[in-house]
DNA sequence: TAGCCGTGGTA
DNA sequence: TTACCAAGGCT
């Protein structure tokens, strides 16, 4: 949950997540839709998928124990070499180094590392000053502090190498360079791009939704159909429906990624006869819905339909 | 290798 | 309003 993603957004995720599925077992028996659920809103969902994955590997592989070995840690699905390490060390296990967002700006500060880093290049110097700073004794205690570090006083902005315990060695304080590091990459444009979202409600308050695929944006999660553009709405609906009775158009809705820019028009669209459902289509109340994971514009749109 | 993968907070 | 970025990993 904490890839990417920082402590203050996790936390009442996490600990409705931990309620929910308290043991390796009981999330490996859940349901993809369970699980979805509880990842609804927090993005990244490839995050959710592998951690399902894996849980079941450890369940049928590890007799239901988190492997201790470095090498088992990485090759299960989500875990990669810095949260392997932040998983051992913390765990008092064995000293590995970690390199998340916190402890590259820490590093590339102290040290004066001015390499882009998006280049392995710039990575790879930071991985060996991650294990020549690592202690041999107190490594859990040394992983924690340097990721604290980061994310309260090496921050990325409004710095406050005042009270910075490390600041006589730091070289970027020394020569005045704390706010040109990590080195800014110029960043493109994020391209945008228009869809229409199709939200066919029945008289009995059901709305179709359908489920993704598991790979792309939103993956594994359920959306409302989607058009490229408006100009053959009803002639999709007439595969679901052969009596609307109104459609309407909603107020659009900007939602931004990490890469693209979407522009939403919800269209309501009201339907009188029963709806002819495809096999990726499902049907569903407002209460039903709660229990799925949709991305973060359909929850907010499903919260307003009456 | 570089682009993909969400959302919320901050300035 | 816009841009940046967060306990990264996968392909």
Excluded at 224 to 247: R, Y
Excluded at 268 to 280: C, P
Aim: glycine share 6%.
């Amino acid at each position: 949950m904490l890839q990417q993603t920082q402590v203050i957004t996790v936390i009442p995720y996490f600990k409705k997540f931990i309620k929910a599925f308290p043991s390796v077992t009981s999330l490996a028996g859940a349901s993809e839709d369970q699980v979805m659920s509880h990842w609804s809103g927090l993005g990244f969902y490839a995050r959710a998928r592998n951690l399902h994955q894996s849980s079941k590997i450890i369940v049928d592989q590890y007799k239901g124990e988190i492997p201790k070995k470095f090498e088992e840690l990485i090759a299960l699905p989500g875990i990669g070499t810095s949260t392997a390490g932040a998983i051992l060390s913390l765990s008092c296990i064995e000293p590995r180094p970690i390199l998340d967002g916190n402890v590259k700006r820490v590093l590339t500060r102290f040290f004066n590392i001015s390499g882009d880093l998006k280049l392995s290049k710039t990575n790879n110097k930071l991985w060996s000053l991650a294990i020549a700073c690592l202690p041999e004794k107190d490594y859990s205690f040394y992983t924690q502090a340097i990721m604290d570090l980061g994310a309260t006083i090496c921050t990325s902005k409004k710095t406050q190498c005042s009270i910075c315990p490390v600041k006589k060695n730091c070289i970027a304080f020394e020569k005045n360079l704390v706010s040109l590091l990590p080195n800014k990459t110029i960043k493109k444009k994020k391209p945008k791009q228009t869809v229409f979202f199709l939200i066919l409600k029945d008289q009995d308050n059901n709305i179709l939704l359908e489920k993704r695929e598991n790979k792309g944006i939103w993956g594994g999660l359920w959306s409302f159909p989607e058009l490229g553009t408006n100009k053959h709405i009803e002639q999709w609906c007439n595969k679901i429906s052969q009596d609307i009775e109104n459609i309407e158009y909603g107020k659009i809705i900007n939602h931004g990624f990490s890469h693209f820019d979407l522009e939403i028009t919800p269209v309501v669209i009201d339907i009188k006869d029963t709806m002819s459902l495809e096999d990726h289509h499902g049907r569903f109340t407002k209460k039903q819905i709660s229990k799925l994971g949709v991305p973060k514009p359909v929850k907010s749109l499903i919260n307003q339909l009456k």
